[in-house]
Every structure is written in structure tokens, then in C-alpha cells.
């Protein structure tokens, strides 16, 4: 009898994997000629040029120090380092074979010209949302970039991970082709900003948390994630900053990468924005558009009223004193190192000195950003693990003279002095962690 089952097992097991790579396969489409950047027109290749700058295609497609969307970034997934591929038009390491059609497919479906299933880090779950004329933009523009001939390194998902086929099953699950459908009860602009939010930007991407099998938990849409190895915050009203983030706070943010109230970019969000949406081929009535999108979700507008008592009273904590620094040796290590750019005397702060009060990483549930700051600090430019090179620097490293428990002493000292929320836990091996991790990664 068992013997029976057993073999009843295996059958029905053999069937249902036969049918899964019968539903995975995809027929690859004919290669064709490289076109001629000649035959797409100069206000199509514009269009696409825009829509990839908003669609920060660059950041995930170039890797630190190389050839504009030659590949090779590497995104480090719970699942194994995954690479950006070529999508130069290259014909042999990048797309200069793929037609529209083929290039349309991918984006729409997640399927590469060849029939193979691409792996869900490409995103084409939030660009299936795109219109036929932006996918024509964005191929017109990419076909007429320099052909770069750049093998990446291969991907190290293991087995039975890396089968191609088997990502049928993932989309099975988790993936619907659909375009993006208007909301009539809003306006043209927010759905402007929502189309573009997500679909092109895949803002999810980053803010939303996801499921064992990679997959986004769509009902706690932009409610915080980690995302190499930084928290990527929550963009609803759970949102911790102090104060809200209102269109015209998003607006100055994502335009320029820092605004007075809520500070300067880092990780992953500094290649979106300075190298991307602060670039001036996309125009201000987009990101104008995202942030109307944001801070409607955020409530911003409800909770603008407190704005100036807040500020006022983070200003008012600014300083600290000989006496406190005397009586409080991390009190002591920040105004040392610290207090020369982070103290603010005027009613309002200034851009260029971000005021920990207001800080969104003092404010969140774990220290991961405020350790990452100060461990790796902050640059203008985007490097592989966010370190600080000879130019673009906004706040320095201080891994290499701070050790974990001085590092965890500060940590403690500004919680406990600039917000109001319970102390955190275990500091001291969490610097230690992400140390470690960070070590690891370059």
C-alpha cells in the first residue's frame, strides 16, 4: 500500500512538473538587424531618454565606475547576488538583436527574446503597467545609446533557483499583465504620479515588504522594507518623520536629494534621485505629479499644522552644552564630532546642516540607517556600498575611527535625547552586524 502511494506521488509529481514547463515555455523571437539610430525619431528618442531617468533605469543597469547601462550592478537578494544585465545595443552581450516586439514582451511579461523567463529583480511585474507609446520611448532611447560589449558576471542564485523555466510558477502566484487604469475619482495629475510611481519607478520595489518567495505583500503596500541592508521607510502615514511629508517637501527631495526639514538621501535612493530624477530631462511637472501621489498617501496635508512647533522644538535640541557634554561621554563624542554640522541656531534648519531631531533614522523602529550613516557615511554619488569617494561627499565615514560601542553609545545618547520613542535594543551587536556586512559587500 505504501509502496502504491509512494508511486502515486512520483506520477502526479512528474505530471504536475510537466505541465509547469509546458505553461513556462515561451518561443523566442527572431533576432533582427541592430536598427539604425537614425530611424527613431529625435522626439521619441527625448521621450525615452525622460521616461528612463524617471524609471532611474541607469541604477540598476550600471555598475559603479562603468558604462552607462553596460550591466554588471550587483543587487544582493536573500536568494543570492542577482547582476543588471547589457542593455546596451550591443548584438552580442547586450539587446541590439531585440526588436520592439521583443523588447515589449520583456517589459510586459518578463520574458527575454531568447523564450527564458527573467527573474522578477528586473521588475516587469510594475512595467507590464506601461503604455505602448512609453515601451516605444524607452526602446528608441536604449537603441540608440553607444553599443557597449560587457559580459556581467553570472547571477549565484542556487539550485533549483536558477532554472529559468521554473519562474512560471512564481507568476503563476504572483503575476498579472495588466496596464495601468485611471482612477476618474482623482486628477489628471495624481494619475500621472500613481503611473509613474507604479509603474516605471516600481516604488514598491524598494518600500514594500516582501514574502518568503520574493514576492510583494501587495496588502502592505509601502508600509517600510529592507532593501540592501538599509530600512526603506515606510510612505504612508506610518511614515516616522517627525514631520509630514508634504508635495512640496517630496517635490525638493526627489528634485535635488535633500530638503531642510527631513535631510539628505542615501543608499539606494541616491542613484534614484541624483542620478536620475534630479537630472533636468525629467520635467518638474513629473515629480510634482509623484509627489502629490506620496503625500496623499502620507496624509501630509492633515498634519501640516504642527509643522512649526515641531521644528522649533527639534532646533531647540540642537545644541549641547559644556555641562551636558562633561557629565555624558556620548554627549561629549557628539558634540566633538557631530555638533560642527548638525547644529542648527536659526528657527528653521538648514539644508546643508540636517537636524537629527527631524531625522527619520532616530525615529524608526531599528538603528540600520543611523549605523549605515555612520559607519560608511553619505555621498552625492553612488558607489557599490554607498561609501564616500574623493568628490560628493556629505558626511564622512566614521567606521575606521569609531569602534561598535562608541558607535552604540551615540546611537543611545541621540534616541534617547532627540526623540521620544523606547531606547533601542542590543546596540552594540548590531553595529557589530552590519560592520560585518558591509565588510562583506565591497
Given at each position: 500500500m505504501i509502496r502504491r502511494v509512494s508511486i502515486a506521488i512520483l506520477v502526479t509529481a512528474c505530471f504536475m512538473l510537466a505541465g509547469l514547463l509546458l505553461l513556462a515555455w515561451r518561443p523566442s523571437i527572431a533576432p533582427i538587424e541592430p536598427p539604425s539610430p537614425s530611424s527613431f525619431s529625435a522626439e521619441l528618442v527625448a521621450k525615452g531618454e525622460a521616461l528612463s531617468a524617471a524609471g532611474h533605469c541607469a541604477s540598476c543597469h550600471t555598475q559603479p565606475g562603468g558604462q552607462l547601462f553596460a550591466g554588471?550592478?550587483?543587487?544582493?537578494?536573500?536568494?543570492?547576488?542577482?547582476?543588471?544585465?547589457?542593455?546596451?545595443?550591443?548584438?552580442?552581450?547586450?539587446?541590439?538583436?531585440?526588436?520592439?516586439?521583443?523588447?515589449?514582451?520583456?517589459?510586459?511579461?518578463?520574458?527575454?527574446?531568447?523564450?527564458?523567463?527573467?527573474?522578477?529583480?528586473?521588475?516587469?511585474?510594475?512595467?507590464?503597467?506601461?503604455?505602448?507609446?512609453?515601451?516605444?520611448?524607452?526602446?528608441?532611447?536604449?537603441?540608440?545609446?553607444?553599443?557597449?560589449?560587457?559580459?556581467v558576471p553570472a547571477n549565484t542564485l542556487p539550485f533549483p533557483l536558477n532554472i529559468r523555466a521554473f519562474q512560471e510558477g512564481w507568476k503563476i502566484l504572483f503575476f498579472r499583465s495588466t496596464r495601468y487604469q485611471a482612477d476618474p475619482s482623482k486628477s489628471a495629475e495624481w494619475n500621472r504620479g500613481a503611473y509613474l510611481a507604479e509603474g516605471l519607478a516600481d516604488c514598491t520595489g524598494c518600500h514594500t515588504p516582501r514574502n518568503p518567495l520574493g514576492a510583494e505583500e501587495v496588502e502592505r503596500a509601502y508600509t517600510g522594507a529592507v532593501i540592501e541592508g538599509w530600512i526603506a521607510p515606510a510612505l504612508t502615514e506610518?511614515?516616522?518623520?517627525?514631520?509630514?511629508?508634504?508635495?512640496?517637501?517630496?517635490?525638493?527631495?526627489?528634485?535635488?536629494?535633500?530638503?531642510?526639514?527631513?535631510?539628505?538621501?542615501?543608499?539606494?535612493?541616491?542613484?534614484?534621485?541624483?542620478?536620475?530624477?534630479?537630472?533636468?530631462?525629467?520635467?518638474?511637472?513629473?515629480?510634482?505629479?509623484?509627489?502629490?501621489?506620496?503625500?496623499?498617501?502620507?496624509?501630509?496635508?492633515?498634519?501640516?499644522?504642527?509643522?512649526?512647533?515641531?521644528?522649533?522644538?527639534?532646533?531647540?535640541?540642537?545644541?549641547?552644552?559644556?555641562?551636558?557634554?562633561?557629565?555624558?561621554?556620548?554627549?561629549?563624542?557628539?558634540?566633538?564630532?557631530?555638533?560642527?554640522?548638525?547644529?542648527n541656531a536659526g528657527p528653521t534648519p538648514l539644508a546643508s546642516r540636517p537636524e537629527l531631531a527631524l531625522n527619520s533614522s532616530l525615529m524608526l523602529a531599528e538603528p540600520t540607517n543611523f549605523i549605515q550613516v555612520v559607519l560608511n557615511g553619505v555621498t552625492n554619488t553612488a558607489t557599490i556600498d554607498n561609501t564616500q569617494g574623493a568628490r560628493g561627499l556629505v558626511m564622512p565615514e566614521y567606521g575606521s575611527s569609531l569602534t561598535d560601542g562608541e558607535i552604540a553609545g551615540l546611537a543611545a545618547y541621540l534616541r534617547r535625547t532627540r526623540t521620544k520613542y523606547p531606547p533601542w535594543s542590543d546596540l552594540e551587536k548590531k553595529v557589530a552586524a552590519i560592520r560585518r556586512e558591509s565588510a562583506a559587500s565591497r
Open positions: 554588471g550592478y550587483r543587487l544582493n537578494t536573500p536568494f543570492g547576488a542577482i547582476f543588471g544585465t547589457n542593455i546596451t545595443p550591443d548584438p552580442k552581450t547586450g539587446i541590439g538583436v531585440w526588436s520592439l516586439e521583443a523588447f515589449t514582451r520583456a517589459m510586459r511579461e518578463g520574458v527575454a527574446r531568447d523564450g527564458s523567463h527573467l527573474l522578477p529583480a528586473f521588475p516587469y511585474y510594475a512595467f507590464t503597467k506601461l503604455s505602448d507609446d512609453d515601451v516605444r520611448g524607452l526602446y528608441a532611447y536604449l537603441m540608440t545609446r553607444p553599443a557597449v560589449n560587457s559580459t506610518a511614515n516616522p518623520s517627525p514631520v509630514p511629508w508634504t508635495q512640496e517637501e517630496l517635490f525638493t527631495y526627489l528634485r535635488t536629494g535633500v530638503t531642510s526639514l527631513h535631510g539628505a538621501t542615501g543608499a539606494t535612493m541616491t542613484p534614484v534621485i541624483r542620478g536620475a530624477l534630479a537630472l533636468p530631462v525629467v520635467p518638474d511637472s513629473d515629480i510634482r505629479a509623484i509627489a502629490l501621489y506620496f503625500s496623499g498617501m502620507d496624509r501630509a496635508s492633515a498634519r501640516a499644522n504642527d509643522v512649526d512647533a515641531t521644528t522649533r522644538e527639534a532646533v531647540a535640541s540642537s545644541y549641547v552644552s559644556s555641562d551636558q557634554a562633561e557629565n555624558d561621554p556620548n554627549a561629549d563624542r557628539y558634540a566633538s564630532a557631530c555638533m560642527s554640522c548638525h547644529y
